[in-house]
């Protein structure tokens, strides 16, 4: 039951059948406290249909940012629950710079506690969204256009190690 479950799963997201169904939804999924890459897929997707990189990056982008904008309300919702602030070096800086923090939401490791914070800290959700918006779109094309240079071969015999 659980392997016909998980083999489902993986044809659902299997590329290119689903591509950007499956960039979106590993997008999202990766913003959130769940430690997820999503840049793999979004340059799997590109290297197989290189027609539809700004496409594809623009799902990413979107998808990372809803992501984002839930761990915003994450946050907003403990503040809410729990009430009492408990003061640490993040929360002043967030609080300093205010929505324009939420530009590092695309920092590994750190950017999904930034969006957190940011609701917690009850931050304007429009500017928000906006700046991790930003954040996102300019890691995937930095990335997608970086992984571009690197020369076919490379790939292949990657793949032949696997």
Known sequence: MLTSAIQWLLHMLSLPEVGLGSVFLISLISATLLPMGSEPAVFAVVKLSPDMTWTVIGVATLGNTLGGAIDYWMGYGAQQAFGHHRKSRWFGWVERFGAKAMLLAWLP???????????????????????????KFLRYAAITFA??????????RLGDLM
């Open 109 to 135: 490791g750190i950017g999904d506690p930034i969006c957190t914070l940011g609701g917690w800290l009850r931050l304007p959700f429009w500017p928000s969204v906006f700046y991790m918006a930003v954040g």
């Open 147 to 156: 992984l571009l240079q690197v020369p076919d071969g490379f790939w292949h």
